[in-house]
């Protein structure tokens, strides 16, 4: 019998010109957002290229002149004398921390537009001050991207609401149902085939999509799985919904109207509201507010007293301060190491929260997915893309990480009173990029056991409204 | 359902109104408000029209409910980002660092790339020497430094104000392709028309940027100019001035743009919710639609 409903059914869908039509849309929207992602992914890209490339240049172009410093020694030209003081060696040679996630980047887009994509390892840098905020056109950041996770969270289970809106109100409102009883077709048979074959489609329908877009964008395959499986368990969570209304036996139209209620609960309000909580939870300090305190901080350190600058010097540093040769004692060059080691300290005292925020921000959001499924399968989605909050405060941890090796080998060399040469050049840290966290399976079982919840709901609904069903 | 939905904008706008003491103050911002419950009344018209039009062709509800949906989910969802896509596209903007060193290189090179800074200097150390009869700025009963500043400080400006408004003007262009999509998605009329309304748009904020960079450039100069005639000499970097010169200094004071100016830049967004309007109203009284089509 079952396999009767299907074949009649699948003739139905096809003989549908709103079936075609969704094809068409959802063919034309995945393929538009794939070719977008891709465009947005290149000219990420190339900026990034643009940064490292200018790194690579300045190597190339400094690297000759401490090789002649070092073959030289005190006999060396005098324009290279400057190229021997360590701050001048840190501050010529542009070194970047860039954040490339892969090339599933173009299909999630994720936080990659909202954060800095780049950051200069220097000397008086500080993770929390950014200053290449990337130009951006307003109207693009207000409106959000049109990626593939785009269509797969928003307007998949619009399709998925489309078809299995009137999965059984319709045959009831045309009088067919009865007609069917008489044949012994029980409508939980009924509605629970339509729906399977709608998700079933649905599903096909989105794993090509996926594979298209994998394979366009040259994505790494072994990612493929959780979108696959991640597409699966979000479909079959609005396939529940859709049944589970249906089994209320209530009209095409109000079908229609609740699920789209649940879609904009799901996806506006809910998301929303959890992005509120998390801000009232876990503020953050204006950018303004931070940039400006940030800058107090600094010209009250350098504006300190000599002598007070010192006497915290003896007193924090004793060790290094036994070191330093004479010359250099009590001068400049201790000012600017206690300006740069305080007023660091200090803006980063300043920027713990902020960062901390982010950690926090992030572990609320996740323990309150199960609140809301489209935050876990949009984080399959981004976290498998590398695009993903946790992905990026990574990336800023390593970038603080790389600016401390790059401030102790800086001042250590400037206070025992040695000069650049080739071997301390190419001891100046360079950013190495921290292996991405791919891991979805949290999310994906998040998604699964909410689609199971629901379908046992379902299910339970069908038995409680047989009559009406 | 769409005076129902009025009443609410007007009765939060109230709340709203009432709730700030500054929003209490001056004519333009109850103007704001009136013009924001006039135009989401025009909107909601627009969107009843709409859906009575629907009702009208489609004779099943649920069919026609899905509609309506599908058609609001395609304004305010779909079609704003591809419009927005599309604007990068047509427009797309240089990469922060690719601006920064444009700028640093014109500001050392020139702003025609062969004028370095150096001869600049130079010139300008020439052309002040002339002018009071010295062969060296220590000589200067002025200080030199002062007024190299200001010079610098005046290059930077020709600079700056070169490379944003190259930036400002693509973003200017951006924002009108955006416009122009108005005309076929009324919800775009009225986001950016509410955005003009509420002070909070590119343009608006395009007018702050300015008026914060001149308040800027008339500090700064204050200052260097303070420092050139203010009796100090050339090279004396600790010369100071008391406390209460700064208190003198105006403070920034920024007033935003009047509500005429807010809507001047947004005529094609009127326009095209001005031509929903119309074509909705022409709709509902063609021959062929009937009253009796919905019974």
């Known amino acids: ?469 | 359902m769409a005076l129902a939905l009025l009443l609410l904008v007007l009765v939060l706008s109230g709340i709203l109104a009432l709730s700030q003491p500054q929003l209490s103050q001056g004519t333009d911002v109850w103007l704001r408000l009136l013009g924001l419950t006039t135009l989401y009344a025009l909107y909601y018209f627009l969107i009843s029209a709409m859906a009575v039009q629907l009702a009208a062709a489609i004779r099943q509800p649920a069919l026609s409910l899905l509609s309506l949906l599908s058609i609001w989910v395609l304004s305010t969802v779909i079609l704003p980002k591809v419009v927005a896509a599309s604007a990068e596209q047509q427009k797309p903007l240089l990469g922060v660092m690719q601006f920064n060193e444009q700028m640093h290189e014109e500001r050392e090179k020139g702003l025609n790339g062969h004028d370095p800074e150096d001869a600049r200097s130079k010139r300008f150390e020439r052309k002040i020497l002339a002018k009071y009869s010295v062969d060296d700025p220590s000589k200067l009963p002025i200080n030199y430094d002062g007024l190299l500043m200001q010079e610098d400080e005046y290059y930077g400006n020709a600079v700056w104000d070169k490379h944003f408004g190259l930036l400002n003007r693509d973003l200017r262009q951006q924002a009108q392709y955006t416009a122009w999509s108005s005309f076929i998605n009324p919800f775009q009329a009225l986001r950016n028309l509410s955005l003009s309304l509420a002070n909070a748009d590119l343009y608006q904020h395009l007018h702050f940027q300015k008026a914060a960079e001149m308040y800027r450039r008339t500090l700064i100069r204050t200052l260097n100019e303070k420092m050139a005639y203010g009796g100090s000499k050339t090279g004396d970097w600790d010369w100071t001035v008391p406390e209460a010169w700064f208190s003198e200094l105006e403070d920034f004071n920024y007033e935003a743009p009047a509500m005429a100016w807010s809507l001047q830049q947004r005529t094609l967004e009127l326009v095209a919710i001005a031509a929903w309007a119309l074509l909705l109203i022409l709709l509902l009284w063609m021959p062929w639609w009937k009253a009796e089509r919905l019974l």
């Open chain 1, 1 to 469: 019998m079952i396999t009767t409903i299907l074949q009649y059914e699948l003739k139905q869908l096809l003989r549908k010109r709103v079936g075609w039509a969704l094809l068409l849309f959802i063919l034309l929207g995945g393929g538009y957002a794939i070719a977008y992602g891709w465009l947005n992914y290149q000219h990420y890209r190339t900026q990034i290229g643009e940064v490292q490339q200018k790194q690579a240049e300045t190597y190339a172009e400094l690297a000759p002149k401490y090789d002649t410093l070092t073959q030289l020694g005190d006999q060396a030209p005098e324009r290279l004398n400057s190229f021997g003081d360590p701050i001048m060696a840190d501050f010529r040679y542009r070194r970047y921390s860039t954040w490339l996630p892969g090339s599933l980047s173009a299909l999630a887009v994720g936080q990659r537009d909202q954060q800095t994509p780049y950051q200069r390892i220097q000397l008086y840098r500080n993770v929390n001050l950014p200053e290449l905020e990337e130009i951006n056109n307003p109207e693009q950041l207000l409106a959000g991207n049109f990626d593939l996770s785009f269509v797969l969270v928003y307007l998949l289970p619009l399709l998925v609401i489309v078809l299995g809106f009137n999965a059984l109100s319709q045959d009831r409102e045309e009088g067919i149902l009865s007609l069917l009883k008489v044949q012994g077709l029980t409508p939980k048979q009924l509605l629970f085939t339509r729906v399977g074959l709608q998700f079933g489609l649905l599903w096909g329908l989105s794993l090509l999509i996926c594979s298209i877009g994998f394979g366009v964008v040259g994505a790494d395959w072994a990612h493929w799985p959780a979108w696959g499986l991640g597409c699966g368990a979000w479909l079959l969570l609005w396939a529940g919904l859709v049944a589970w209304v249906n089994t209320w036996g209530r009209s095409s139209a109000f079908n229609a109207t609740v699920l789209a209620g649940f879609w904009i609960v799901l996806l506006i309000l809910l998301p929303a509201l959890t992005n509120f909580w998390v801000d009232r939870t876990y503020p953050v300090l204006p950018r303004s507010e931070f940039m400006a305190t940030a800058r107090d901080i600094s010209s009250q350190e350098w504006d300190r007293p000599m002598a007070a600058i010192l006497a915290d010097f003896q007193k924090t540093q004793p060790d290094l301060y036994a070191k330093i040769p004479q010359p250099i004692r009590d001068t400049q060059a201790i000012k600017v190491f206690m300006y740069n080691e305080n007023s660091i300290a200090k803006v980063e005292q300043l920027g713990a929260p902020l960062m901390r925020t982010g950690s926090q921000r992030l572990d609320l959001e996740n323990r309150l997915k199960y609140l809301n499924p489209a935050y876990a399968f949009n984080a399959i989605l981004t976290t498998s893309a590398g695009t993903e909050l946790s992905n990026f405060i990574d990336w800023q941890n390593a970038t603080k990480e790389t600016l401390k090796q790059n401030r102790e080998l800086v001042t250590q060399i400037g206070l025992s009173g040695k000069t650049f040469k080739k071997a301390e050049f190419e001891r100046l840290p360079t950013f190495k990029a921290p292996p991405l966290k791919a891991q979805v399976g949290g999310n994906l079982l998040c998604l699964g056991v909410l689609a199971g919840l629901l379908w046992l709901l379902v299910w339970w609904s069908a038995q409680r409204n047989a009559a009406q069903v």
